[in-house]
């Protein structure tokens, strides 16, 4: 509200300050004075709402779910995380689910209309967040199935040309800018959902679909292993994405730009 | 229903007999683009293109002719009708799955008469009712701006219509009841920019084609154009847009509705929904003069006649109450305690045509939904709404809705926790 009144003042000196002014221009400065002084009138009234010009005030219909520093919701598991995650990529799932690459009804409605350009603002908003991760409760999972879990995620498993998890998202699993997300500390629901998403196409992005080809490699119990092991693993001191470059990805990835 | 099928069926008969003797009659065939009167030069011309350009936006083509994320006017988004699913066809002039054989008289078959190039009867969801008002002139530029898009491959989804609907000889019928040929008739009584307006309005625009209540054919009521109704399917409730006494939009000054057009919103309300989607592609492109003469148009449709209050069969003083507490905790820090909104931020409630139209639809799907008003050359980074299906119950919801539905200047009738049970689950496309 603040720097709306005082963008309105800015007019209406601008227009005061360019002699000689014409007759219908003063005439606009004038309505603008009066609009100016109105708004001002306006945020003396206890009843109209203050309302900050920040990127936070404009982004609650995302605060709902994902919290206002996009911390998700840990308990549930259902609402992701986002805060933190690369901006690339957190503007990449914007427009996957604009263009129905990502299905889910909610997500698509509310960033049906959205610029480029202001998706890629309400990205680096979250992906500069710093909130702390909160653990979420994990299947009880035998030895056995975590171990194989720790495998998939460090080394992958050559046999079913499964690349691990580390020689994409980084070798602290923290992901790497701009676009490769960390998987540490994400919820086991979250994980093995999304996953499962890419098997039953309601999850894709752009072709080549790298991600698409590894979920579809991966068996049920590989799911539940890598997604038990990730969302239990012990978090690394260093939360933050490495740096852009610092991995050679095994396979072609289109939101990568790889589409060879 | 059994007797409704009967009845459907004797007029499925009646009509492929109508039809069959009419297609014989009149014959139209195709036309071939060679053995067209528009010459292959009259359509490389650049000013005919971009005059097509510009009046294919208006008319919001890409809307239905673009699936999500595909190609624009590529074809392939469905329109979901109570009668079966509609996919809109290629409008790129590809050869084999596009217009690129259509000659300029088969586009404009489709467009004024509302039939196919060999002569088939083209369903109503491709909105001819309206565009059969738009000119020669500018269905010439329309076609021309189509003809110069780069062919796109896109096949057509097969229609989704179950019998009788699928049997296109039934559209004769339907068409005797609801469609009347005819390009746009200037009124020589009114402004050049109110017929302008009108113009857009009834025909490009295709404005009534949601603006208005249908019956169980899918017809329009046509003895009262744009008076409001809710749009089949999608569940929204698009509102009466008189501007006159106990109009939808009653009180909306011309710069109002400008401005509602051009940027998503104005000082009486915000474009949400399909509104929002209009709003997006087609209208905020628009040129002044022409957002001017929809203004002046729609300000010059008649007062409406006053609803007497009803009767309501459940206790609403409970859920009035209720809501109050909802609103101060939910809502009042963005709308206002007297629902008057923040000026250029957040809509006013009081008085808003979207919360006191006649169902309770939009205000009970935008409080479940939230979401953010388009972003416009004029709004460009807009404050948005949480929403709160997640957080609210059905009672919640109805009880807050209720309440602004009924508080300052409102009078609407109040809504139940079983119509947002119903709307919680409405496919958002």
Redesign the interface.
Known sequence: MAAYNRRMDTDAKLSQARPPVPRGFSRIAAVVLLFAAHAVHAADDPATPQVPDTIQQRVASCAACHGVHGEGSPKSGFFPRLAGKPAGYLARQLKDFQEGLRKYGPMEYTVRHLSPEYMQEIAEYFAQQQVPYSRSPVPRVSAATLQRGETLALKGDPARELPACASCHGAQLTGVQPHIPGLVGLPYDYLSSQLGSWRTKTRATVAPDCMAVVANRLSDSDISAVSAWLASHELPADLHAQPAGSVTPPLHCGVLGDGA | MKRLRRWLLLVVVVAVLLGGWMLLRSGSAPVSREASRIDAATLKDPALIAKGEYLTTVGDCAACHT???GARYAGGRVTATPFGDIPAPNLTPDRETGLGDWSFEDFWQALHSGKGRHGELLYPAFTYTSYTKVSHDDALAIYAYLQSLAPVQQTTGPLGLEFPYNVRASLNAWRALYFKEGVYQADTSKSESWNRGAYLVQGLGHCNECHITRDALGGMRSDQPLSGGQIPVQNWYAPDLSTQANGGLEGWSEQDIVDLLKTGHSGKGTAFGPM??VV?RSTQHMQENDLRAIATYLQSLPARSATPPQELPFDTKTLVSQGTKVYAQQC???????G?G?????PPLDGNSSVNEPTGINAIRVVL???????TAGN????????????LSDNDVASVVSYIRQAWSNKAPPVRADDVGKYRHT???
Not at chain 2, 342 to 346: C, E
Not at chain 2, 369 to 375: I, Q, T
């Open positions: 699936a999500q994320g929002a989607e997006a009042a820090s963005c709308h206002g305690k007297n008057q923040v000026a250029g931020v957040y939904l939230g979401g953010f008003p388009p972003v460009p980074r807009p404050y948005s709404m949480p929403p709160f299906a997640q957080s496919p958002i496309d």
